[in-house]
């Protein structure tokens, strides 16, 4: 079992940065990959960012390359992610999901572990 819980989300003005921070915990965490996908109203949920536990792996979208980055803090067990110069259309619901770096990049409805979410808004 693996726990997901998200924080950092709120609302910023157009140009401006927020962190996320994905913490994990559980017996399985160190075998997992995380991701960081965004939902917004109306829309399905898609993938934004992927990190393998080792580090050695990144995924960024297209859509958010380079503005956004995902890191990790092992010692933590903590996921960020970092957004910059965040637009209208970043606003959403960001969700942190944890499974292999091959389910959560090409079959995420197969993801076994989602947390909550954290909401962000960005206002224009």
């Known amino acids: 079992q693996v726990q997901l819980v998200e924080s950092g989300g709120g609302s910023v003005q157009a140009g401006g940065s927020l962190r996320l921070s994905c913490q994990a915990s559980?017996?399985?965490?160190?075998?997992?990959?995380i991701g960081w996908f965004r939902q917004a109203p109306g829309k399905e949920r898609v993938l934004v960012a992927a990190?393998?536990?080792?580090?050695?792996?990144?995924h960024i979208a297209d859509s958010v390359k380079g503005r956004f980055s995902i890191s990790r803090d092992n010692a933590k067990a903590t996921v960020y992610l970092q957004m910059n110069s965040l637009r209208s259309e970043d606003t959403a619901v960001y969700y942190c999901?944890?499974?292999?770096?091959?389910?959560?990049?090409?079959?995420?409805?197969?993801?076994?572990?989602w947390g909550p979410g954290t909401a962000v808004t960005v206002s224009s």
């Open positions: 990190i393998t536990w080792s580090g050695d792996s990144t």
């Open positions: 559980g017996r399985t965490v160190s075998r997992n990959a």
């Open positions: 999901a944890a499974d292999s770096a091959r389910v959560l990049t090409s079959a995420p409805r197969h993801i076994q572990y």
